[in-house]
């Protein structure tokens, strides 16, 4: 038995917070109306989205593709990290919150970085042709799909790119020895099979929901 993650209690969690969380007033805003909907979960929590800018900027990321973006607030965080000529192009469904995402990137001053694209995400992804465009792939959309997102996102990152995965604990029901759930079972066929795929450097995080990094070779 490996020494595992300190359990984070409220408490610790909340110094945590306290003592390394930079937020900003636009950030918590779109934190605060993205928690008022029923879907609240899908955002990131605020030390992901800050672990993504630094992602971004760690890698030199200029091309950033991001399968699911929801009220934007992933994107937000990524795009501020960009360079100014950098962009992130971003796959979700149509729905209520795209609006949401779109006044909040126009608001930060990054609208023009970010593209949204409307539809399922696998047309989208079938329809990005130049291998090796990316730098950075943010996974968080569907997740029976993951094991499908992930051979899309080594097609498409340099070699060096980052492909991220969230939800990789999936609330722990990934320890479930029969799910019932394609979403978790496809989550345990993803993280069983990352821990073996030579096409990429491995870690996972236990930040936030579990955040899986592959680095493609
Ligand atoms: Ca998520």
């Avoid at 409307?118 to 993951?146: H, M, Q, R």
């Avoid at 991220?164 to 722990?172: A, I, K, M, P, T």
Wanted: hydrophobic content about 40%.
């Amino acid at each position: 038995m490996t020494t595992r993650t300190l359990n984070l209690d409220d408490a610790l969690y909340q110094y945590m917070l306290d003592v390394s969380l930079r937020d900003s007033p636009l950030k918590a805003r779109l934190r605060a109306e993205t928690a008022l909907l029923p879907t609240a979960r899908w955002q990131v929590a605020a030390e992901q989205g800050q672990f993504l800018a630094l992602l971004v900027k760690l890698i030199g990321a200029r091309r950033i593709l991001e399968i699911g973006t929801f009220t934007g607030y992933s994107a937000l965080c990524m795009a501020e990290a960009l360079p100014v000529d950098g962009s992130i192009l971003c796959c979700d469904l149509p729905g209520d919150y795209n609006a949401t995402a779109r006044s909040y990137w126009r608001e930060a001053g990054v609208e023009s970085r970010i593209e949204l694209r409307l539809g399922p995400a696998l047309e989208t992804l079938a329809e990005l042709d130049k291998p090796g465009s990316f730098d950075l792939v943010f996974i968080d959309a569907d997740k029976a799909n993951y094991p499908t997102y992930l051979e899309h996102a080594l097609r498409l990152l340099r070699v060096g790119g980052l492909a991220v995965f969230d939800n990789v604990l999936w609330s722990g029901r990934v320890l479930e020895a029969n799910p019932e759930s394609e979403d978790t079972r496809a989550i345990q066929r993803l993280n069983r099979a990352l821990k073996v795929d030579e096409r990429v450097d491995y870690s996972l995080l236990p930040l936030g929901d579990g955040m899986s990094l592959c680095r493609k070779r």
